[in-house]
C-alpha cells in the first residue's frame, strides 16, 4: 500500500487495549520508544491487529509543535 504521508516507522505492537469503541494500539518503534494510537475497535478487527504484529505508524500532521 502506498501512502503519501511520509512519516511511516516500522514497530511492533506490544499492546492492544480496547474501550467501548476505542482501542489504544502501542507500537514498539525500537530504543525504547513506544507510539501510542488511538483507533476504532472496527478498525482493531479490520486489520486483524495483536500483541506480535508487525505495524507501522503512520503519522500526518499538518502542524508539529516545538516546546521548552
Do not use: C, F
Amino acid at each position: 500500500m502506498k501512502l503519501s504521508a511520509r512519516n511511516q516507522i516500522k514497530g511492533k505492537v506490544v499492546a492492544v487495549t480496547k474501550g467501548q469503541t476505542t482501542a489504544h494500539v502501542r507500537i514498539d518503534i525500537g530504543h525504547g520508544v513506544i507510539v501510542t494510537s488511538s483507533i476504532t475497535n472496527e478498525a482493531v478487527d479490520e486489520l486483524g491487529l495483536k500483541v506480535g504484529d508487525a505495524a507501522i505508524a503512520v503519522i500526518k500532521a499538518s502542524d508539529v509543535m516545538v516546546a521548552k
